[in-house]
């Protein structure tokens, strides 16, 4: 049964459980590959392609070059973008689940609000992306390189295996460029050997988390919810753990560094 758009307006806005706009097709504008690709030619530095509002839902992009163009609003589910070049791009609210972003370059891209629920973005490129409030539950983000903004985003069993999030020293003239997962959603998240070195997991929910052998050293950890989570080899060397909760957590005794933690008496373990 179709809900009147009068009940999913006033019901969105009360916060029931109705489809969010982003998921709705209606009044997207529905392209074939060879239209979508016939629009990026057209675009260029000053005019970039304006792929707006458009559905482009399942298709096969796999390759293609997106640079700066804008996809605000845009429906990409199920799409194959394996190795499309998206850097600079507008993805804003866009719906990209279960995409195929395997090595795509998402660089200095912007992908605030935008649902990318099961997409796999393995070994994709995340360097200075805004993934502000974005929904990436489930998603398959392993030997991805990000260096974003990721507050309030949403990761909850999401695949970080051996992903590298660590802070890049080669910028450090333009200040330190590092991950921040401020408020970030991670439960029950694999970051399995990722690098994690001075990355900004402050306020960020990290229970039942694995991170065995990550690094994360030197990153900012204040009051960091690690129930139960999984620290087995983790590194904590120098790392902010004011107020962090390390209730419950699996290989206490394992974790490297523990003792050269900052403000380590001021974080929350099991009593002994």
């Known amino acids: 049964m179709r809900l009147p758009l009068a009940f999913l307006g006033l019901a969105a806005g009360l916060g029931l459980g109705v489809p969010p706009a982003g998921a709705q097709t209606a009044g997207l504008r529905k392209l074939t590959v060879a239209e979508v690709r016939a629009e990026v030619a057209k675009g260029s530095a000053q005019n970039p392609a304006d792929l707006s509002r458009t559905d482009l839902s399942g298709l096969d992009l796999a390759g293609l070059d997106f640079r700066s163009a804008t996809l605000t609003g845009s429906r990409l589910a199920g799409a194959k973008l394996a190795k499309a070049n998206l850097l600079s791009s507008d993805l804003t609210d866009a719906v990209l689940a279960d995409a195929d972003l395997r090595e ?8 605030r609000r935008a649902d990318l629920q099961h997409a796999n973005l393995e070994g994709a490129s995340l360097f200075a992306t805004i993934i502000e409030a974005a929904d990436l539950r489930g998603a398959n983000l392993s030997r991805t390189r990000i260096i974003g903004y990721l507050k309030n985003a949403r990761l ?34 694999d970051l399995t050997g990722a ?15 694995k991170l065995v052998n990550a690094d994360l050293s030197n990153s900012d950890l204040v ?3 690690f129930t139960r989570a999984d620290l087995t080899g983790a590194n904590l060397a120098k790392a902010d753990v004011s107020g962090a909760i390390f209730r419950d957590i699996i290989g206490r005794t394992q974790i490297k560094g523990l003792d050269e933690a900052r403000n380590r008496d001021k974080a929350i373990f099991d009593a002994n």
């Not at 795509?104 to 992908?111: E, K, P, R, S």
């Not at 690098?195 to 988390?209: I, P, Q, R, T, V």
């Open 156 to 189: 909850a069993g999401a695949n970080l295996r051996e992903a590298n999030i660590g802070a890049d020293p080669g910028n450090q003239s333009m200040g330190v460029m590092r991950a921040q997962f401020v408020g970030a959603d991670l439960h029950g998240a």
């Open 104 to 111: 795509a370059n998402l660089d200095v891209t912007t992908l």
């Open 223 to 225: 009051q960091t919810d």
């Open 195 to 209: 690098n994690l070195f001075k990355a900004d997991f402050s306020y960020a929910n990290l229970g039942e988390a």
